[in-house]
């Protein structure tokens, strides 16, 4: 491999099947790490000898190992076995005996584990420049900030030490470094990876976070990580799903003119604003709204019960040893010392108010778009002001997981100023796939095409009105991770019908002994959220299995006999599309 090329999986991939072995890869990932010489990336950098002796006894390469001798860095807040957790904390530090739940399943992959990173303290800050054991260079500017507080997992891909990193994400600590360092920064819907073997900042709102140089590395190490862990109460069954192609179209919520905050940054605005003129060029519908909601959920992470949460983790150091802690954090932290139980309260009833705001936004779209950061600061502005820079960098992240959704943060276009730009794609918890297939397409990476059936941890749904394509409805599945899988007709034995109703009009696929072909489309709908989609089904309509044109079949949505009284039969269109069309045209000469 030669010295300057990045230590993606596609170019170990080709390393390996040219005759490199992961010992190579090993040595060269040493030797980067020397060539930047920047002692504060690394709290913990293991012996290379112990990871070499790691690498030689891996298993024989095979498809059971998707990280076979891929490379990778733990933020100091995650167990790796036998090497000290600081959390950038020395008087904290222990040794643990066995790795974290997400660090034992990435080995069990094949990966390799270099060392454990730095990162702002006890994982409070966004800025990187919080810990007793030095400041990370930004891999892109030493003069900025390297971003946190998973600053050293951010710089070690920055820098191309490694495939992929772990950082943790509560704040944005997964996404704001991923900006600073041209980089990708995945932040998994709460409970998709288990929290077993982490350092919490606030339990209730952590996650792993995954950096990597491409968004294919960063999802492959989300789907080897993923699991439900019945040792942490927070973990969720979650369906990961896989990168595919793009819908064709979808709408993307963005702050309006109003909402969009940059500080004074003229060139960070027109950089987002060619990032959505991108997303348009993809397919996507850009809907501007009111971000008040987001903000002011936000503005709670470091008020009331979210702070007393992170004071639990450092109660006895707080009470015992105060100075022990950097004073930034100590200060931070110790707001909580003046809250009551009342507060908290007050906290959670809040944020349930802004919840229902938030929904009613996200209701009119299938995801999120904001900046990663709405500005850049320098080293030397956290040292005139450590509190400011900090807050303002966490302005469009701050909301994400107290109201439980994912994200993926995505290099766009550099500014023109040189600088790195950055997008987030923001979307409910359960649609990492989407949010990462859509990345993926706006980073210009090739995607496999996806299977063409539905796939273990999927259910075939056919849907023949609203729900296709292109129409009114479609939202309610791309917005839940579905994919397209073929568009099609039933076999001759069913008639459509408008509902008697409305609006909307909605259809009714009745079947009969002889009937004729209705054109639907078969879409993959991940398991976990059939249940919520099913919900949005009125009477008279009910789950049943649909007879394809080719003979197989699938579950769809059939009329019952009585929900067909007064309505019209429209089987002659053979389409629902074609009947909309038409109503469409019809209303629009009306209009004229």
């Known amino acids: 491999m030669t010295k300057d090329k990045a230590l993606t999986r596609e170019a170990l991939h080709e390393a390996y099947d040219t005759g490199a072995t992961p010992a190579d890869i090993v040595r060269e990932v040493y030797r980067r790490i020397d060539a930047v010489g920047d002692p504060a990336i690394f709290i913990h950098l293991r012996p290379m000898e112990d990871v070499i002796a790691e690498a030689d006894a891996l298993p024989a390469r095979s498809d059971a190992y998707s990280l076979w001798g891929v490379p990778f860095v733990a933020k100091d807040n995650i167990d790796v076995a036998g090497i000290p957790t600081t959390a950038a904390c020395p008087a904290y530090a222990y040794t643990p005996d066995k790795d974290a739940f997400v660090v034992a399943k990435l080995r069990a992959a094949g990966a390799l584990v270099i060392g454990k990173t730095n990162l702002d303290q006890f994982a409070t800050g966004l800025v990187g420049v919080r810990s007793p054991y030095g400041v990370p260079k930004n891999a892109i500017d030493p003069e900025i900030v390297p971003g946190g507080s998973s600053s050293g997992s951010g710089v070690a891909v920055g820098h191309g030490f490694v495939t992929f990193s772990l950082g943790t994400d509560t704040a944005g600590s997964g996404r704001v470094p991923a900006a600073l360092n041209n980089i990708v920064g995945l932040k998994p819907s709460l409970g998709a990876l288990s929290a077993t073997g982490v350092v ?53 919520g963005v702050p309006d003119a109003k909402s969009r905050i940059f500080f004074g940054d003229t060139v960070q605005a027109t950089s987002f604003s060619d ?30 019960a979210w702070v007393a949460e992170r004071y639990t983790v450092v109660e006895d150091l707080m009470r015992n040893t105060p100075d022990v802690l950097h004073p930034t954090t100590a200060k931070i932290i110790g707001a909580a010392e003046t809250l009551s139980a009342a507060d908290a309260f007050r906290g959670i009833y809040r944020l349930k108010e802004l919840e229902r705001a938030a929904q009613e936004l996200m209701d009119q779209v299938d995801l999120l778009c904001v900046p990663t950061i709405p500005t850049f600061y320098s080293v030397a502005d956290l040292k005139a002001d450590p509190v400011t820079p900090n807050s303002n960098l966490g302005t469009y992240t701050n909301f994400v997981n107290l109201l439980d959704m994912c994200g993926i943060a995505v290099p766009s276009e550099p500014r023109s100023d040189g600088r790195p730009g950055s997008i987030t794609l923001l979307a409910p918890s359960g649609q990492d796939a989407l949010v990462a297939s859509l990345a993926s397409t706006f980073a210009g990476e090739t995607t496999a095409a996806a299977p063409k059936s539905a796939t273990e941890t999927e259910i075939a749904v056919a849907v023949c009105g609203a729900h296709m394509s292109g129409m009114a409805l479609n939202h309610e599945l791309t917005s839940r991770g579905g994919r397209l899988l073929e568009a099609t007709r039933t076999a001759p034995r069913y008639r459509l019908y408008a509902l008697a109703g409305g609006p909307p009009q909605r259809p009714g696929l009745l079947r009969i002994e002889k009937g004729a072909k209705i054109e639907l489309e078969v879409w993959a709908l991940p398991k976990s959220a059939v249940g919520a989609f099913l919900q949005g089904i009125p009477s008279p309509l009910s789950i049943g299995t649909v007879e394809l044109e080719n003979g197989s079949k699938a579950h769809g949505f059939l009329v019952e006999t009585a929900g067909v009284q007064g309505a019209d039969d429209i089987t002659h269109l053979g389409s629902w599309r074609k009947f909309h069309e038409l109503e469409h045209h019809v209303v629009s000469e009306e209009v004229d």
């Open 200 to 252: 919490p900042a606030c339990r209730t709102l952590d996650t792993i976070s995954i950096f990597a140089a491409n968004v294919s590395d960063a999802f492959a190490a989300f789907q080897a990580a993923s699991a439900e862990d019945t040792q942490d109460a927070y973990s969720k069954k979650i369906a990961v799903g896989q990168l595919s192609p793009a819908p064709s179209t979808f709408r993307v």
């Open 275 to 304: 990032s959505l003129e991108k997303l348009k060029s993809l397919g996507a519908s850009v809907i501007e709204l009111d971000f008040s909601p987001f903000y002011a959920v936000a503005e709670m992470l470091y008020e009331g």
